[in-house]
């Protein structure tokens, strides 16, 4: 996130799209719901009619994979309107014109045309949106522009114009100068509890810790300096879906996988499994054995973050303690201890320096010592200074309070660009043989691939097994009712599971969680076509058909 | 800023600040049953009265918005026989049983009852006849303790959004509930335990804890929620490391005071008998080590069409020192034979910091490649 999570019960005027904030962020929600409550304006952009929408004061249910159509128009009206901050414009940003040129081919009735949401809601929440408008009482913050929000997650970002879609409100932020104050912002909702901090520290293909191009032979030589190793690799390596595919085509022999379940969590099942069949070796180091660990060679047992020291990063970039609660069952350790261990004995073998003396670390405050050193935007932290709120980063020295709020008074990179992006479909479209459209997530009381919260009595009791949600429409034309079972079939795989017929939904989509074992959503979804940059899949939309076994 | 006194404290706060939290803020203490920091105020307690100089009669200090050059009491022996009046009618009909009650020791009423001195009512003792609710895994309703503040019904309202419960019934006959007094899961109620928390006594009661301690016997660790992102902080109470119950703390960085469903009761899974305890190599891998007689194959059947998982059908357990040795030896074996490109390393947006940074690092300086991603995107 631009800003932080207390500052959404601030603002005038919030922007959710991709994101079915009360079910997968239960809590910034409830910012959402006061913010509304003391009379900002809750424009949602969703294909399905999220909880969230109760509260909305407008909302747009494009077509699956038609929101860019949206957002392109929204800009349009407001440049056409005039409604953007031209101040900000001309101190803060660049490549204005080229990025207003291509909008003036979006237009609203366009826009109309191709998401089915009408020109007036289209130009309604334009209109909000710029200008940080309410519903009643006054604003805080007593300025001209009122302050809006723009909070996103994984529906407009799983697709194969996820990037696009990034970048699209990014430039919408910046035409209305929404960005760089409080209650303002472009925020991602990160969906689990150390994505952010995974990334920060360098567990993607690209980048060292702290976000260091790998390619960069400057920064790649400092960290290799304070690692004291002769030299690091410097192409970019493989993405988890690319790296599936290179196992089938007999490229990667092994794959070491810690606290992640492929098997459920990747596009295409069917093939996650053969290319893990294919493996020399596959290590599954996890709390439970999941789907996943029935295809590994060696199980390494895990304590969870209930049961060790630490630290996790939340998507308002915040780095907090965890704290061991209770002890590991039987001898499961802590991950970095079994790494540390793993990689002490393959520093041997292999005759790397620094050599197996360096992987003696004694707790997890002293491994987030030595992270501090070879992560700028960490680099002020320690875990005394993280009492007792944490830190947000970046914090780059020992007396610097953290950052709540990105891009004040300038932008990271010096002036904000605005990128010119153009509508694109998604890569699978429906046909007469896959007439509906597939699109996947979660449930209030899952998280992701079931495997703590189906072993949790109380969210099992409540929630314990799988289910499509279907359109009264398109059951009816199938025949079928509420609890009957359905078939769900795509050019991937079939799933069997239970309809919930439900207006949630618009006719010709079908929502499925990815949390149930018994009902795989990934067997249906394509690891054909991800987006170009970010490598991301395309899980919201995938062509699909069902079948009503009971028609057979 | 308007500056007022409270008992010849002076005081600054921003205007619309009422009186209330303007002396909880500065540390003084004032009795109050139905206010909350974080929700509308209800007035219903007539607990948090004050005088106001210049006025005759007492004033609810949460209704009371501070005035420049305001003068405040907080303290009296008329304010004390009024708040032991206000008490001696919430407790003639909440039972005095905190001998046996699981809130004992966070009760706020059992508090104030001590503070002003009362061990019991003045009036006939009548307990409300609404019944007792156990109809949900998550928490339990005990309207016999209920003294009807509403902060339940507000923080449904209010913060959580779905109302799903509100005030049925009038008079003495008052009580909390759903629709048509429906069982819990078929109102809108999300389960978020967040009334559970605002509630000051025993009516709103986790499951969990029932029986299992009270709070001297409790230890409580501040810590991080394992599930979404938005990294609310939760304090867990336990007791002979077992965990009882779990809350958020008084002033969470970015959750305040409130939690989902997830992060209040989904902790459980912790201690479920399926977790691995022990390093495993799968039978083929261990019968090829010479450490079981039976050969064995890796079955066709997709892991996600067993029907009945049982891991030690596939796995035999074994010494950290083995498992460890293994896998190094094989990992050390496919870099020397096809490349550390060869290798792929899955980190985990589950696991920590520094679980990751190892982990990459690991990837990077001692394989030797780049092939290192995580489930951030899936």
């Known amino acids: 996130m631009t800003n932080s999570v207390r500052e959404i019960r601030d603002a005038d005027c919030i922007f959710i799209t991709g994101s079915n904030t009360a079910e997968a962020h239960p809590v910034i929600s409830y910012e959402v719901v006061r913010a509304v409550k003391k009379g900002a304006h809750l424009i949602i952009i969703d294909p399905r009619r999220i909880p969230l929408v109760d509260h909305a004061t407008l909302f747009l249910q494009p077509h699956p994979g038609t929101d860019i159509y949206v957002f392109l128009a929204m800009m349009h009206v407001i440049i056409r309107e005039g409604w953007m901050d031209e101040t900000f414009i001309a101190e803060r940003t660049e490549d204005y014109d080229a990025f207003a040129a291509i909008l003036e081919g ?69 035409l209305c100068g929404q960005i760089g104050k409080p209650s303002t912002g472009v925020n991602p909702l990160r969906g689990q509890a150390n994505v952010q901090g995974a990334c920060d520290v360098g567990g993607l293909v690209n980048v060292l810790p702290g976000y260091q191009q790998v390619t960069d032979d400057k920064l790649r030589g400092e960290t290799a300096k304070t690692w004291e190793v002769e030299q690091l690799p410097c192409d970019v390596g493989l993405t988890i879906v690319e790296s599936t595919h290179a196992a089938l085509a007999g490229e990667i022999h092994a794959i070491y996988v810690m606290g992640e379940n492929p098997m459920m969590s990747d596009p295409n099942s069917n093939h996650v499994e053969e290319a893990f069949r294919k493996l020399d070796l596959l290590i599954v180091q996890d709390i439970f054995p999941s789907e996943t660990a029935y295809l590994a060679h060696v199980l390494l047992p895990a304590a969870s973050s209930l049961e060790k020291d630490g630290t996790f990063t939340n998507t308002e970039r915040r780095v907090q303690r965890i704290r061991k609660v209770i002890p590991p069952p039987g001898e499961a350790l802590a991950d970095w201890s079994i790494i540390a261990g793993i990689a002490a004995r393959v520093s041997q073998k292999l005759d790397r320096k620094p050599g197996p003396e360096a992987w003696k670390y004694d707790s997890a405050s002293s491994i987030f010592d030595e992270l501090t050193l070879v992560t700028p935007i960490y680099s002020g932290m320690s875990y005394d200074r993280l009492e007792p709120s944490g830190l947000q980063w970046p914090c780059p020295s020992e007396t610097h309070p953290g950052t709540p709020i990105l891009h004040v008074g300038t932008f990271a990179r010096g002036q904000g660009k605005f990128h010119a992006v153009e509508a694109r479909d998604p890569a699978e479209l429906t046909d007469d043989e896959y007439p509906l459209t597939l699109t996947t997530g979660r449930v209030l009381y899952h998280y992701h691939s079931g495997t703590m919260t189906r072993r949790s009595a109380p969210l099992h009791w409540r929630e314990p097994r799988g289910y499509a949600e279907i359109n ?7 025949g079928l009712k509420d609890g009957f079972a359905v078939i769900i079939h795509s050019r991937r795989g079939t799933v069997r599971t239970k309809t919930k017929i439900s207006d949630g939904v618009p006719p010709g989509t079908v929502f499925l969680a990815f949390h149930w074992r018994e009902a795989p959503a990934n067997r249906l979804t394509q690891d054909h076509t991800l987006d170009p940059i970010a490598k991301i899949p395309e899980y919201k939309i995938s062509a699909i058909r069902l079948e009503n076994p009971r028609a057979r | 800023m308007i500056t007022l006194s409270i008992d010849t404290k002076t005081i600054q706060v921003a205007p619309d600040t009422n009186v209330l939290k303007a002396a909880l803020d500065n540390g003084i203490h004032i009795p109050h049953l139905c206010y909350h920091p974080d929700l509308s105020i209800s007035g219903g307690c007539r607990l948090c009265l004050v005088e106001v100089e210049g006025q005759d009669q007492p004033v609810l200090s949460c209704g009371l918005t501070a005035a420049e050059g305001m003068v405040i009491q907080t303290q009296s022996e008329q304010l004390t026989e009024l708040r032991r009046g206000v008490l001696d009618l919430f407790i003639s009909d909440h039972p005095l049983d905190c001998v046996v009650c699981d809130k004992a020791g966070s009760c706020t009423l059992q508090e104030y009852a001590y503070e002003y001195g009362l061990k019991e009512t003045s009036y006939e003792p009548t307990v409300s006849s609404a019944l007792f609710q156990d109809d949900n895994p998550f928490f339990l309703r005990d309207h016999q303790y209920c003294i009807l503040c509403g902060r339940c019904v507000r923080v449904c309202d209010e913060i959580v959004g779905v109302h799903a419960i509100d005030f049925a019934n009038r008079g003495f006959e008052t009580n909390i509930a759903t629709p048509y007094d429906g069982p819990m899961i078929d109102s809108t109620c999300v389960f978020c335990g967040n009334c559970v928390q605002v509630c000051p006594t025993a009516a709103l009661m986790p499951v969990s804890r029932l029986q299992r301690g009270r709070e001297w016997d409790l230890d409580r660790t501040l810590s991080v929620c394992g599930y979404c992102g938005v990294g609310c902080q939760i304090e867990y109470a336990t007791k002979d490391n ?55 194959e890796l079955p066709e059947t997709s892991p996600l069409d067993i029907r009945n998982p049982n891991v030690e059908q596939y796995f035999v357990p074994v010494d950290w020192d083995t498992a460890l040795e293994f896998v190094s030896s094989r990992l050390s074996e496919i870099t020397e034979s096809h490349g550390p490109d060869s290798i792929m390393g899955l980190a985990s947006a589950r696991c920590t910091n520094e679980d990751n940074y190892l982990f990459q690092k690991f990837m990077r300086a001692v394989i030797g490649t780049n092939n290192i991603d995580h489930c951030a995107r899936l």
Request: charge should be negative.
């Open chain 1, 472 to 478: 009264p429409q398109d059951a009816e034309a199938l």
């Open chain 2, 242 to 296: 077992a965990i009882i119950y779990a809350q958020a703390p008084e002033h969470g960085a970015a959750n305040g005071t409130f939690l989902c469903t997830k992060g209040r009761y989904g902790w459980d899974f912790a201690t479920s008998p399926e977790r691995l305890k022990q390093p495993m190599l799968r039978r083929d891998v261990a019968h090829k080590l010479g450490l079981t007689e039976e050969p064995w």
């Open chain 1, 106 to 174: 979006y237009t609203p009735e366009r826009a109309a045309l191709a998401s089915g949401v009408p020109e007036e809601k289209i130009i309604q929440a334009a209109r909000w949106y710029a200008l940080g408008e309410r519903s009643h009482d006054e604003s805080i913050y007593g300025e001209a522009r009122g302050h809006s929000t723009i909070l996103y997650a994984m529906g407009i970002t799983q697709r194969s114009n996820g990037t696009d879609n990034v970048i699209t409100l990014a430039n919408l932020s910046m």
